[in-house]
Structure formats: C-alpha cells, structure tokens
C-alpha cells in the first residue's frame, strides 16, 4: 500500500516509512498539489483536514488523533492494509534500502555499534546508514499491541 501524507503529519510519515510502506510526503505542498499527486499515483491520502478528506475521487483516510501512537493504530487497522518489511526504506528520503556487508561500515558508525549489530543497511540516495537500535524495538513492541488490539 502507498501513502501520501499531509504537511501536519510528519512523524505519522516516517514511522509509516520505518514500517515499510511506500509513504509520500511533501511539507511544501499546497492541498491542490496534494491531492493532484494522490490521484496521480495511486496514493491513500492521510490527512487531519475534514475539508481535504472530502475531495471527490479520492482516496483518504481522516486521521482523528494528535498523537502519533493513535494515529499509527488508526492507519494499521484499516483493512485493505497491506504488509510490508519493516526497516526496508529510509525514514528521512522514503528510498528503499540496501543492505550493507558490515566490513564496508568500519569506522562509518560509532565503534560500540559496530560491536555489537550485525545487520546494516543503507540508503543509496542520502547516504545514511540504519541498524535496528533499541529505539526502533521498542516502537515495534508498541505496534505489536496495536496489531493483537485489531
Ligand atoms: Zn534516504
């Protein structure tokens, strides 16, 4: 499934990334830009804005909450959801990573870490190299609640 996301909803645009799926997001487009795109290319529109949700021939979700958690939930219980691998796109540029062999990565990430992972990955467009940290544990935990709830 692929995503466009609204200008107010960022971080609900990186985690949907995190999580895999294919998640558009322009901060600097206006609504008609918005939604030319989402018709363009097949995209579910994630929106606040009720006005923006009612646009004819459309798809879009309204999101009903400020926070991030609810707002994940929401999108994960939609039933045509599809599923995607986790960690395989760069949260920051929406481009599909590549694994790296970890001799590459000596001495391109913190000596501590280099330690103690061993799958890597990194984004062929902005150069970043991503390795499933702590943080994105406990954000998977939190998900897997929101899954067994639907
Ligand atoms: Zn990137």
Not at 17 to 23: I, K, M, Q, S
Not at 104 to 121: A, C, N, Q, W
């Amino acid at each position: 499934m692929r995503f466009i996301v609204d200008g107010m909803l960022g971080r609900l645009a990186k985690w949907l990334r995190v999580l895999g799926y294919d998640t558009a997001y322009f901060p600097h487009l206006d609504d008609d830009q918005l939604v030319r795109l989402a018709r363009a290319e097949g995209r579910l529109l994630l929106t606040r804005d009720r006005g923006l949700a009612q646009r004819r021939g459309l798809q879009c979700l309204l999101i009903e909450s400020d926070h991030l958690e609810e707002q994940l939930g929401q999108v994960l219980a939609e039933p045509t959801l599809t599923e995607e691998h986790p960690f395989s796109r760069c949260p920051v540029c929406n481009t599909p990573l590549q694994k790296v062999k970890k001799p590459e990565l000596e001495g391109r990430v913190p000596p501590h870490i280099f330690r103690t992972h061993k799958d890597f990955s990194l984004c062929p467009n902005c150069d970043k190299i991503y390795w499933p940290g702590t943080h994105w544990a406990r954000m998977q935990e939190k998900l897997a609640g929101f899954r067994h709830r639907t």
